[in-house]
């Protein structure tokens, strides 16, 4: 149980599109899913929180508008990066959390691969 | 700030040692710590959690010591095999972040050798 799906799994882009990334609970409904971003060799750094039918809080530092947030189900929430560019290149993973004898528990992604040429 | 970090970037251990790889948090009011494994290219795994109000909690092969007095926290992994070679994240919820935010420490790749 527990698991949650990200596609895709890797994806090459030309510098100014955009891409989005989907992140799916596929055995459970998720009362809050997060973004990370993971560059090489460094941590897990949160991007936005986001909530089924509510607008995203983004952490300090991350332009909303340049990472868009929908959160369309109990199932399904989206990042969407806007205008890439080669910056943006990262590994962005998706968790999903779970109430588990009263704490959420986060369970995560396989994580989605950005490369921006 | 907030920071959770680590003493050791890197570990190094024979297959069949027990490894220890330690954590460093510094918000003293944060109530729930995890132990996280990621292996290459994939997302992070949960292995154990711990609430504030223990000070030691066993899992299979895995056992967490939380120690609240000098803000420190562990991971215990008895019998290191192989497949345990991966990047170990340790990640607090301070219970003033909302959503159970989870804030990572800077990770530990442990390296088991035959």
């Known amino acids: 149980g527990a698991v949650v799906s990200q596609h895709p799994s890797w994806v090459i882009c030309k510098s100014g599109t955009s891409v989005k990334i989907e992140c799916r609970s596929l055995?459970?409904?998720?009362?809050?899913m997060f973004w990370y971003r993971q560059f090489p060799k460094q941590s897990l750094m949160l991007m936005a929180t986001?909530?089924?039918?509510?607008?995203?809080?983004?952490e300090q530092g991350v332009e909303k508008d340049k990472f868009l947030i929908n959160h369309a189900s109990l199932t399904l929430s989206t990042l969407t990066v806007t205008s890439a560019h080669p910056e943006d290149s990262s590994f962005y993973i998706c968790?999903?959390?779970?109430?588990?004898?009263?704490?959420?528990?986060?369970?995560f992604g396989p994580g989605t691969r950005l490369l921006v040429l | 700030g907030e920071s959770v970090g680590l003493h050791l970037p890197t570990l190094s251990v024979q297959e069949g040692d027990n490894s220890i790889i330690n954590c460093a948090y510094s918000?003293?009011?944060?109530?729930?710590f995890i132990w996280y494994k990621q292996e290459s290219g994939k997302g992070p795994q949960f292995i154990i959690d711990i609430r504030s109000n223990m000070d030691k909690r066993q899992g299979q092969r895995v056992t967490v010591l939380l120690n609240k007095t000098v803000k420190h926290l562990s991971l215990q992994i008895a019998a290191t095999q192989p497949g345990d070679s991966a990047v170990y994240f340790c990640a607090e919820t301070p219970i003033s972040g909302g959503y159970n935010k989870l804030i990572f420490g800077a990770g530990t790749r442990l390296a088991v050798h035959p």
């Open positions: 986001s909530n089924e039918g509510s607008k995203a809080t983004y």
């Open positions: 055995d459970f409904q998720a009362t809050t």
């Open positions: 918000n003293s009011a944060s109530d729930y």
């Open positions: 968790s999903a959390s779970v109430p588990t004898s009263g704490q959420e528990t986060q369970y």
